[in-house]
């Protein structure tokens, strides 16, 4: 042996373990209302997933009828409608099995708390080998919010608005 001490170098933390503390880090410097937003889309996402796979969707719409009636997020001022649509795509990216349809839903949820008027559109296509396609889409005052990059056009075929819209 010498007369020299090793020295130990720490264990580097697997990419996995970075990442979540990466995203724990931006978590974490986001503002009270856009981490509100988040928690909120991430859970209403999870709900709603599950929801439309065990309940016949009459009844998870009425559902988010009554979730809809919660109170808008506080503190600053409510959320844009461009920072609900950010924070529904990027709460969607961690919730496993969200679709377009989970997606524009939990949107216009949180679009009718804070009193934006939108609705949900369901169409159909062809896509290239001739195969019908559905897609879901929210539509807001300035137009399409939730669902417009697909690559497909869509005949739309019918709407939902939301079920407190009219009691605003």
């Given at each position: 042996?010498?007369g020299r ?48 796979r ?22 600053a ?7 609900i ?22 949107a ?7 009193g ?7 169409g159909?296509a ?15 005052q ?25 009691a605003?």
């Amino acid at each position: 042996m010498s007369g020299r001490t090793s020295r130990c170098r720490p264990e580097r933390p697997a990419t996995a373990d970075m990442r979540a503390m990466a995203r724990a880090r931006r978590f974490l410097l986001l503002s009270p209302v856009e981490r509100s937003l988040l928690v909120s889309a991430t859970l209403l996402l999870l709900m709603t997933g599950l929801g439309l796979r065990l309940l016949p969707s009459r009844t998870v719409r009425r559902l988010l009828a009554l979730t809809s009636r919660g109170p808008g997020l506080p503190v600053a001022g409510p959320p844009s409608p461009r920072e609900i649509a950010r924070a529904v795509t990027a709460a969607s990216r961690h919730v496993p099995g969200a679709t377009c349809l989970t997606r524009a839903l939990v949107a216009q949820v949180l679009f009718d708390r804070q009193g934006y008027p939108a609705r949900v559109w369901i169409g159909a296509a062809r896509d290239g080998e001739g195969a019908w396609r559905a897609h879901a889409w929210l539509e807001g005052q300035s137009g399409v919010v939730i669902g417009g990059a697909e690559g497909l056009h869509y005949v739309a075929l019918t709407s939902l608005e939301a079920r407190n819209s009219d009691a605003r």
